[in-house]
């Protein structure tokens, strides 16, 4: 879903005891989950897909009329922040994964090189409007990313926000993506994720199926372990209540765990007071 934003008509961020911290992603994507073996999970973070990819096309382009209105209260609560600082940290040819209304395209720091893909036709279409009316330079195409139409190793960076919720197999796509990144290159995704709080874990849980069929994000993915599951090694993650600023890069240009842990001490999220926020 967009950032509390992007079409995500998340709740506001009622994760308790998650202050906003910048940490290591490092061998702790998501500590063990009580909720895990609920019956009533959604969707476990196997990436197993629940609904048909189809299902999830055919919500974006029914709300894409709507989607840049009703995301709009979660730009102004904190996901316009999070985008920018994402964005600014874009380099080189980039591939952005579900680029949806085209929201992100105004915020690329110049000078990099953007190709832009989306599954639904009406989400792509504002999107291609958008570019135009900004005067924009940028590939946008119709793809999915579980099916990526490009070469191995040729994007310097691959960036997503609020997408691999939606995505129908997660860890399908973000395979595609550790294969399209180059060997030094950078993957930085905006997602949120099933909260870590047992209870809200299942209050999210049991709104998924409704959230998902009127705006199309499911509200319960646990993303961290889907990138890794993917073949991709986070060096860095920025969590504030259920939102993920994840930092990663294919797990062979690694130099180990070490170096990766080392990177990125734990800190406050300082800026980020909005633990109860988007
Ligand atoms: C919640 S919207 C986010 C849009 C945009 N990234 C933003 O931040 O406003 C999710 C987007 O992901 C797209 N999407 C869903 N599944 C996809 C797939 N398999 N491949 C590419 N895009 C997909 C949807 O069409 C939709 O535009």
Redo the contacts with the bound molecule.
């Keep these: ?3 509390p ?4 008509p998340e709740p506001a961020d009622l994760e308790a005891g998650d202050p906003g911290v910048v940490d290591s992603g490092v061998g702790h994507p998501e500590p063990a989950d009580p909720g895990a073996g609920d019956p009533g999970v959604a969707r476990p973070a196997d990436g197993a897909p629940g609904r048909s ?1 189809e299902t ?2 055919a919500v ?1 382009d029914r709300v894409s009329r709507f ?1 840049d209105l009703y ?1 709009a209260p979660m730009e102004v609560m904190g996901g316009r922040r999070r ?1 920018e600082r994402l964005l600014n940290r874009v380099r080189g040819r980039t591939l952005e ?5 085209g ?2 395209l105004g915020l690329y720091p110049p000078g990099v090189q953007i190709v832009g ?4 036709a009406g ?1 792509l279409e504002r999107a291609r409007r958008r570019a135009r009316d900004q005067g924009l330079d940028v590939d946008l195409r119709l ?4 099916e990526l139409p490009f070469d191995d190793d040729s994007f310097d960076t691959v960036i ?4 691999f ?4 197999d997660p860890v399908a ?1 973000l395979r595609e993506v550790a294969r399209v990144v180059r060997p030094d290159g950078q993957v930085l995704l905006l997602e949120h994720v099933r909260p870590r709080n047992r209870l809200m874990g299942w209050v999210f849980d049991r709104l998924t199926p409704l959230v998902s069929r009127l705006f ?2 499911e509200i319960n993915r646990r993303t961290e372990e889907n990138v890794t599951a993917a073949g991709l090694e986070i060096v860095d993650v920025r969590r504030s209540g259920i939102w993920r600023e994840i930092t990663a890069r294919p797990r062979s240009s690694a130099s180990g765990g070490d170096e990766a842990g080392g990177s990125a001490g734990a800190s406050d999220d300082s800026d980020d007071s909005d633990g109860a926020g988007t």
């Design positions: 879903m967009g950032e934003d992007a079409g995500h990819q999830v096309t974006y989607y995301d985008r994964i579900g680029v949806g209304t929201r992100n893909i989306d599954v639904s989400m793809a999915d990313v579980q997503a926000t609020c997408v919720c939606s995505v129908a796509g199309g994000p």
